[in-house]
């Protein structure tokens, strides 16, 4: 992911979570903050350590991540996420990943609809 598509910084992150909306299933917690200066989304990850060990951690980051490229044409690009994920995440593959992320953000209203179907 490009760098001026990630959140890093403490303040960037305290902004999204004050400021922004939550929304939530299971799996993840999704914070969006609109910002209107801005032509692409970033987002910020979050997972704890209670989730599971570094290798693990990592491998849900990667698949929020692949997910999040995936999805770059129907999210609305105006906004900073902040995606928090919750433990049921770590036991999850790609797929799932993805089919939960696109849940939630369609609860959060920012994914535009689309033709295809990613159900497996």
Known sequence: MKK???IKKNDDFQLVFKKGKSFANR????YKLKREDSNHFRIGLSVSKKIGNAVCRNRIKRYIRQAFHEFETEIDSQNDYIIIARKPAANMDFHEVKSSLEHVLKIAKVMKRSKKSYSK
């Open 27 to 30: 799996q993840f917690v999704v």
């Open 4 to 6: 001026e598509y990630r």
